[in-house]
């Protein structure tokens, strides 16, 4: 136990609380390490015993061998090992294949895909990824039994107060000289709560006043990485509770604009707002995420158009996420906010890379969706996603 002790003294504490970004990523290096030492134990527990771990061949929506022709997998069906016949015959048992395919695609088209978490080859102790199997053995067992204990005992509580320290901050600030400053400091708090590990690179084309800045859109907290790395004013829809308060307090510090979704009076009222702070070049560049809804990491979906129809410059970003130290994905239709969060906060750390693409600007005879294609092509192309046109 003497090598936990030391990893929870000099690295565990000191990374959550951000002392240092090395340490952080020597952290990360070491989680590494314990989560490649951890799959090779259960593999070889797994071959031991005999038993298959489950391994996708898509994303893990459904689970189906390797396509072969459909002759064959009739023939295979019927239960007849003879070779087919020179003339193919039709048999009442023959809708049962067609039927399988037709709901296999349903189950995993590329759409259905984008809105369930990835599933990892590697476990990272974390029950998502190959649930169970760390019952393979009984150093499986116990190692998991001491990521728990980090996680909820350790890493939880210090997160949660460092997420509320930067909440209280964020909501008190007011309007004055030292705004921006105050602004950045929050973020970075809420950052730091979070043990994330940013890589940005491009810096040179960070979005500017006067612009507007879109991203691919994976969970909430793609503001906070990106606000850790310069102001924005945000467009969104209007909530209540706590997260209103923070809205209410964010608006009388900076220009941020929101709107009522179901209202179509305040839809054609932001269009006119965001064409108002995009010609006032003494504003922050605005952030939009034009999916419009979270997407699992692997693809960009289409974007809408209306960020894309007001005549200014467009500052592409791409964000990726690492899965292997816990999922950025947020399932609005399984997880509430709540529920995400503590997820979130009890992950190993959240470890993306963040890419700040060259200025665009629609082309002469280019309509609003052929833009917003081509701006989605280019970040889908830089963070290694799929390009999707649904």
Known sequence: MVWFTLLFVFIIVPAVLGVSLGIRR??????????????????????????????????????????????????????????????????????????????????????????????????????????????????????????????????????????????????????????????????RICVRALTAIITYHNRENKPKNGGICVANHTTPIDVIILANDGCYSMVGQVHGGLMGMIQRAMVRSSPHIWFERSEVKDRHLVAKRLGDHVADKTKQPILIFPEGTCINNTSVMMFKKGSFEIGCTVYPVAIKYDPRFGDAFWNSSKF??????????????????????????????EDAVQFANRVKAAIAAQGGLVDLIW
């Open 26 to 187: 020597l952290y990360i290096v070491t989680l590494l390490k314990v989560f490649e030492w951890a799959t090779s134990r259960m593999e070889m527990g797994a071959k031991e015993k005999n038993q298959q771990l489950y391994k996708p061949y898509s994303s893990g929506i459904i689970a189906k061998e390797p396509p072969s022709s459909w002759q064959q997998e009739i023939q295979d069906l019927r239960g007849s090992a003879s070779c087919l016949r020179s003339e193919p015959e039709f048999e009442m048992a023959d809708i049962f294949y067609f039927c399988r395919r037709g709901v296999e695609s349903i189950m995993d088209d590329e759409v259905t895909k984008c809105f369930s978490a990835q599933e990892l080859e590697s476990w990272n102790l974390l029950t998502r990824s190959n649930y169970n199997f760390r019952h393979i053995s009984l150093r499986l067992t116990v190692l998991w039994g001491l990521g728990v204990l980090i996680r909820y005992g350790v890493l939880l509580p210090l997160r949660s107060e460092h997420n509320c320290f930067g909440i209280m901050v964020h909501v008190f600030r007011l309007k004055f000289f030292l705004s921006e400053k105050v602004h950045l400091m929050c973020y």
């Open 336 to 365: 509430g906010m709540v529920n995400y969060l503590l997820r979130m906060m009890s992950s190993w750390a959240i470890v993306c890379s963040v890419w700040y693409l060259p200025p665009m600007n629609r082309e002469e005879g």
